[in-house]
């Protein structure tokens, strides 16, 4: 089966200038625990990083930094793991596992859309 046909297709989405304090309330508002940051190019939306509730908690809250002053480009990793949508479940699995990731966006190899899981 497909990783397509089980990911999350509705995905909050915020840029690298985003404050932390807009993710933060972004999360809360959307009830989620991460959020997909993005980047416009060529009239489509590329996913470029992810930015989770941990994430916050361990590189912001726990050494006591200010929320307002820094953007989720400052704190979201250098890379990002991708899957397509045609991949099975258990290749991304696999996929997770080998890169450390517990979250992985999930990209149409048809259209320009992402999707989450």
Do not use: K
């Not at 309330?25 to 509730?53: A, K, Y």
């Not at 726990?62 to 045609?86: C, F, K, R, W, Y």
């Not at 991304?92 to 048809?110: D, E, F, K, N, Y």
């Amino acid at each position: 089966m497909p990783i397509g046909d089980v990911c999350v297709r509705d995905v909050v989405t915020a840029t690298r200038e985003t404050s932390i304090q807009e993710a933060a309330q972004l999360m809360r508002m959307n009830h989620v625990g991460d959020l997909l940051i993005v980047e416009g190019m060529n009239g489509s939306r590329v996913p470029v990083g992810i930015v989770t509730d941990r994430d916050i908690v361990v590189a912001i809250v726990a050494l006591q930094l200010n929320p307002a002053s820094l953007a989720v480009g400052d704190i979201m990793g250098p890379e990002l793991e991708t899957a397509h949508e045609d991949q099975s479940i258990l290749e991304t699995i696999q996929q997770m596992r080998l890169a450390g990731v517990r979250r992985i966006p999930v990209v149409s190899t048809h259209e320009s859309t992402t999707s989450f899981i």
